[in-house]
């Protein structure tokens, strides 16, 4: 199949803040050729906190690109390519719930949008949550609050909660670790 | 918490095939300004086509961003800005499967990656499906075939599967749709 799409070329179109935009042109099927947006990312991470009593810590805040607040599972991009997810995870959890723990579990991983975009988010679970302290960026202003896993799928089914990351990482969390009926 | 965020100015950088690439200007408490980007996507419909077995057909392709095969839900961008999900899912259902659904269910809505990008992606769930005709893209690769839903949850944990979309969608209709144990 990837016989009749090869890339022939991948250009730099623009050098964001965070996102790179290029556009590559591919040749199909031998006999002409298209061009296709490829943005970079270099990566994220993402944290289910699971308090003492089987809470799960929400953040609450405003999204630019969507012009509202959104309700989320803590997570931050990479300091650089390469870091480990786990070392981003850790420490977004602290800068973003004042809590730490060295007891986090690997749960998915995600792309969040394979038709353009190369960007990959790890997503851990955190458990035995000790108080440390918020430490959010210059540019973040975070609401912070506990919910039950039953409150979130109800979010969820509802359409209150839509970012793909916290959809994912909140059912895959209760799959593998919620009671069932 | 948003008075403390404000735009000042979004100026378009670069207009992709797809994808539009902006700078947002913004101010920053009252007092200083940065820069994010902002990509802008018109929207996509996605579809868990289930058969009369309970299985859930899949699509196999090549994805140039990732560099690698996927294993995938059918999905597409609509057609223009507006063009209702629900028509959008219907025809990507029949192009990317060869079949097509008069019942379809609305199951989840998704925001791909909040961070820096207003994709939305409404998901459907399709029965009593009708055997049609595939009718692919010129530029679409796509190989077809149906999985139950506890190998699908298998792929997810083991990290084969990891486009967001996909893992959401897949889950949910788990959730809402599964047999407990």
Redesign the interface.
């Given at each position: 199949?990837?016989e009749?799409?090869k890339?022939l070329k991948r250009e730099l179109?623009?050098k964001?803040?965070?996102?790179d935009?290029y556009?590559?042109t591919?040749e199909?099927n031998g006999d002409h050729t298209?061009?296709?947006?490829?943005?970079s990312h270099k990566g994220?991470a993402a944290v289910v906190p699971v308090t003492e009593e089987g809470k799960i810590l929400m953040v609450r805040?405003?999204?630019?690109?969507?012009e509202r607040?959104?309700l989320?599972i803590p997570a931050g991009?990479l300091d650089e390519v390469g870091e480990p997810g786990l070392e981003c995870a850790s420490r977004e959890l602290e800068e973003e719930t004042g809590y730490r723990s060295e007891k986090l579990e690997w749960l998915?991983?995600?792309?969040?949008?394979?038709?353009?975009?190369?960007?990959?988010?790890e997503v851990f679970v955190a458990r035995d949550l000790i108080p440390s302290k918020q430490n959010l960026d210059?540019?973040e202003?975070?609401?912070l609050k506990a919910y039950t896993i039953e409150e979130l799928?109800e979010k969820?089914?509802s359409?209150e909660i839509?970012?793909?990351?916290t959809?994912?990482a909140l059912?895959?969390y209760?799959?593998?670790y919620g009671k069932?009926?």
């Open positions: 199949m990837s009749q799409i890339r179109k623009f964001g803040t965070i996102l935009f556009q590559d591919m199909i298209v061009v296709w947006d490829f943005i994220a805040q405003y999204r630019n690109a969507l607040y959104t989320e991009a998915i991983t995600l792309r969040t949008t394979v038709a353009f975009c190369n960007e990959k988010i210059e540019d202003f975070i609401d799928k969820i089914f359409g839509e970012d793909a990351k959809v994912s059912l895959a209760d799959t593998k069932r009926a």
